[in-house]
């Protein structure tokens, strides 16, 4: 057995991963641009990356309502089931296992990304971000505030979107919580005014959560549904605040009485100093948390081979999530394994739309001395 506990296998639910080393979301806008529909650059791109232990997709719009990025897949339609068959397809050929990523924008849509109209959140507050539109980027504006038969039907939403990863043959699902999208506007005490039973206290304002993972898990199964949710300080009204912490432990803590395949938890990807979760910056984001959650805790933000396996060895995480690294290492497991050198990003072709900067990134390479001339061989 490998010294790397990064190589070892795991059973996360029931998937049986052969080693820990789990590919993060990477919105890279690939997508179809009119109907969302993931591409073959995009199976190609996914199948190289086959070797991680599990890949999540890039964010996915659940809904015609909850898109809000330019050029990202959807998973509402029978068209994006199909592009996304083609996706899962080509992983598993390789032997890989892909969960996808459920997302609802809310407010950091645009109403250019909607035919004009206004995007939806919990109350009508500008969370003072920059949508990505189809002619650029521009500010966040004022959304609309959802009803309670609309909070009900985006449940819904997040259901059915979970049903039709499996039919596009996923083999699990991550509800996004995460960042500034639509379930942390619900959380958030800034972007949550809300006077109804959503609204107000740190319970109300997780329950539009729980009511999701609840109809999720219940659709696709709780082993095949996991989470991404952190404290996180991101600038705008998503500045951390006194109650970020709190509810976001509060949501942690409940989440054990839903068995879930796992949690994604991030530590600081931005400064943490003299924000309230000044205390939580680097490993302390997962001595905090890794006490309170009993299942399958995946570690992420600004790993390296090293910290990873240490996070593992000191039993602060069971998995580790590399975002930016397969970017640029479709073979990343492999450099591990060898210790070989990671490659650079291109920071140019992140967000491009073609395979340049996306699926040309070069596998490494070891050179194997044969002892023989090269003429004999
Ligand atoms: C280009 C890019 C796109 C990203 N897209 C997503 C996304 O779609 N969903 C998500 O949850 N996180 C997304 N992230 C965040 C990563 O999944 C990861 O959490 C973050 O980059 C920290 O991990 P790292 O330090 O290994 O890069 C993205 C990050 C980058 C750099």
């Known amino acids: 057995m490998s010294n790397q506990p990064l190589l070892h296998t795991y059973q996360m639910g029931d998937l049986a991963l052969p080693n820990r080393i789990v590919m993060s979301s990477l919105t890279r806008m690939r997508a179809n641009s009119t109907n969302h529909v993931p591409t073959a650059l995009q199976a190609e791109y996914y199948a190289q990356r086959a070797s991680a232990g599990l890949i999540i997709s890039e964010a996915t719009a659940i809904s015609v309502d909850g898109f809000g990025w330019a050029n990202t897949p959807g998973l509402w339609s029978k068209e994006q089931v ?47 971000q920059i949508s990505v539109t189809p002619t650029g980027r521009k500010p966040t504006v004022v959304p ?10 985006t449940v819904q939403d997040f259901a059915k979107a ?45 329950r ?10 219940s659709a696709v199964g709780n082993k095949r549904t996991g989470i991404k949710i952190s404290p996180m300080h991101e600038g705008g009204e998503f ?47 997962f001595e905090y948390f ?14 390296d081979r090293e910290r990873g396996n240490h996070l593992i060895t000191s039993g602060l995480a069971d998995l580790v999530a590399f975002g930016r690294a397969y970017i640029a290492n479709p073979d990343l497991v492999h450099r591990f394994q060898n210790g070989a050198p990671l490659a650079d990003i291109d920071w140019e072709t992140v967000y491009g739309s073609d395979g340049g900067g996306y699926s040309d990134y070069p596998f490494h390479q070891p050179i194997e001395y044969t002892g023989q001339p090269a003429s004999s061989l």
């Not at 598993?92 to 809310?106: D, E, F, M, S, V």
């Open 239 to 285: 500045s951390a605040n006194e109650e970020t912490l709190p509810v976001t432990e509060y949501a942690i803590r409940k989440l054990n009485d839903y068995d879930l395949s796992h949690l994604l938890l991030m530590g600081n990807s931005t400064d943490f100093t003299g924000t309230p979760l000044e205390a939580l910056a680097g490993d302390q984001m």
């Open 290 to 303: 890794r006490p309170l959650y009993s299942g399958t805790l995946i570690a992420n933000a600004n790993m």
């Open 144 to 153: 609309r505030p959802l009803t309670k038969e609309e909070i009900r039907a």
């Open 162 to 206: 979970g049903l039709n990863a499996i039919e596009a043959g996923f083999d699990g699902v991550q509800i996004l919580a995460n960042y500034l999208y639509l379930i942390p506007q619900f959380l958030n005490m800034k972007t949550n005014r809300r006077t109804d039973e959503y609204g107000g206290n740190l319970e109300n304002r997780a």
């Open 82 to 128: 199909a592009g996304w068959r083609q996706v899962t397809d080509a992983v598993h050929q390789r032997g890989g296992r892909i969960i996808a990523q459920l997302w609802h924008t809310g407010a950091m849509s645009h109403p250019e990304l909607r035919n004009g109209d206004l995007p939806v959140s919990a109350s009508d507050v500008d969370p003072l």
């Open 208 to 217: 539009f959560l729980f009511e999701i993972v609840e109809e999720v898990a």
